[in-house]
């Protein structure tokens, strides 16, 4: 039988709630029409941000949104953003699908759209075609409280207060699509932009750097780790690689595993950004920010293939909740990650079509999830059987543990396998365990999803596969599930 040692009563290392972040870019559809739809709108609307999509954030608990971007943060210039919707310049999004933009999402918006969350902005700044200038003066319209030409250009706009801002990217994939940059060029670059990058609300900017490969960020940690407070990577999965993504929803069950093992090795990638880290940062001090990460397939067809459309199954619940569960067991030192994306990009938790919305398996992993945040990390030791095919395996079984400060104890635990069930013994150390309780996220198929027909195919219900034992917990988890018990 598989086994799972959680030591309740041990673990000195909060989870970031941050570990939950999310990533709102203008990409396709995922900011026009699936946040924004205007004042206008037959869509119920609450300042022109659809309501039904507001209230299905909040359900999540949203730490915090990455925005504008993306490869798209180095094309944006934020004064085009501001003032009067009429009056706003136009620009052609030439990194996705070559569409044009009215403007009409910026500052004042995204700064709407957190509050009427409930969530922290990350904002990624312009390196790759903007100036020092630009971003200083963007950081001084949204945080100066007294006089300043930036603030007075804020108040003239109607906000008469400054935003609450702690996380600021600067630049992003500078490597690529933010400037075909070399390490050192963009380590001079950054120490010169973080110079000038003042949060004049008195607060600390926490200013995240661009990562990339090993390479890279071994040069660019030497130059600038006194002056960086995270560093930025990205890590994506697709079934057969970058040149073959395959289908989001017409796989079989060698797709399915390609998937789950690669979504594994976000974990290897971790290690080794966090040694480089180590050489220079031995304190931890500095964060890993894993700013994009997920399933990245095919675009539905008949869709822009600019736009990045793609379904949602039971295959990306279990990797978000695979790799949620390995961001938690590196929480000491990942301090956020942000799937990409929230709204009808990549591994979305939400699709809309015209006034309808329905919420992903993907969404619902999130939601299961959220009684992680800012609790304490519980070590545990899990012996497991293997997941095996075509000559490579993988653990059946990912698990993480956590401690609120009620006392409850939670585990999230996946079922990877696509057909066997998992009989799982777990010792349940420092606790005495009363009761149990679970939910359990599974499809009829491995392909399952919801569809705006059929919105409730893949929903959370009661989980009744777990029971008590002389010392601690017995569980059936069946195939291809996802689990959460809350144990006190």
């Not at 073959?244 to 290897?268: C, I, N, Q, Y």
Request: with cysteine.
């Amino acid at each position: 039988m598989n086994k799972l040692v959680v030591n309740a009563d041990l673990g000195d290392v909060t989870i970031s709630r941050h570990i939950q972040g999310h990533f709102a870019e203008h990409l396709g559809r995922c900011i026009y029409e699936g946040i924004w739809v205007g004042v206008d709108s037959p869509i119920p609307n609450t300042r022109g941000m659809r309501d039904d999509v507001l209230d299905a954030l909040r359900a999540l608990k949203m730490p915090n949104v990455r925005w504008p971007g993306g490869c798209f943060a180095d094309t944006y210039h934020w004064m085009d953003g501001i003032g009067r919707s009429i009056d706003r310049p136009s620009m052609v999004n030439v990194h996705w699908g070559g569409v044009t933009e009215n403007n009409h999402f910026g500052t004042h918006e995204f700064f709407d759209f957190c509050e009427l969350v409930g969530t922290e902005p990350y904002v990624c700044g312009n390196v790759g075609s903007g100036s020092v200038r630009e971003m200083a003066e963007w950081v001084e319209y949204i945080t100066m409280p007294g006089a300043s030409p930036m603030s007075d250009l804020r108040r003239d706009n109607g906000r008469a207060e400054p935003w609450p801002l702690k996380y600021w990217a600067v630049g992003n994939e500078n490597w690529g699509c933010g400037g075909n940059m070399r390490p050192e060029y963009y380590a001079d670059l950054y120490r010169q932009y973080a110079c000038f990058l003042r949060h004049f609300g008195g607060d600390k900017l926490y200013k995240v750097a661009c990562g990339h490969t090993d390479e890279w960020n071994r040069v660019l940690v030497d130059r600038c780790h006194q002056h960086m407070d995270g560093i930025s990577i990205h890590y994506y999965t697709s079934e057969g690689g970058w040149n073959k993504k395959g289908s989001a929803t017409e796989f079989d069950e060698a797709g399915w595993f390609a998937m789950l093992r690669g979504g594994s090795l976000v974990e290897p990638f971790i290690r080794k950004t966090a040694g480089i880290l180590d050489a220079y940062d031995p304190a931890g001090r500095i964060g890993i920010i894993l700013d994009e990460w997920g399933s990245w397939y095919n675009v539905e067809p008949g869709t822009n293939p600019g736009f990045l459309y793609q379904q949602n199954t039971m295959r990306d619940a279990l990797l978000a909740g695979l790799s949620l569960n390995i961001f938690n067991a590196w929480a000491k030192r990942l301090h956020m990650a942000n799937i990409a994306q929230t709204i009808n990009v990549l591994q979305a938790m939400i699709l809309t079509e015209g006034g309808r919305m329905v919420r992903t398996p993907t969404y619902h992993v999130f939601e299961m999830y959220n009684v992680h945040q800012d609790a304490t990390l519980v070590p545990i030791s899990l012996d497991c059987a293997k997941y095996e095919m075509n000559g490579q395996s993988i653990a059946q079984v990912s698990a993480s543990a956590s401690r609120r400060a009620d006392g409850v104890l939670h585990l999230t635990l996946c079922n990877l396998h696509h057909a066997d069930s998992a009989d799982l013994a777990i010792d349940l150390r420092g606790l005495a365990a009363q009761s149990v309780s679970g939910r359990i996220l599974v499809g009829d198929r491995i392909q399952a999803h919801n569809t705006f027909d059929q919105p409730d195919q893949v929903v959370p219900v009661a989980f009744d596969g777990a029971r008590l034992s002389s010392d601690g917990l017995l569980v059936q988890l069946p195939a291809a599930s996802v689990v959460v018990l809350a144990i006190s």
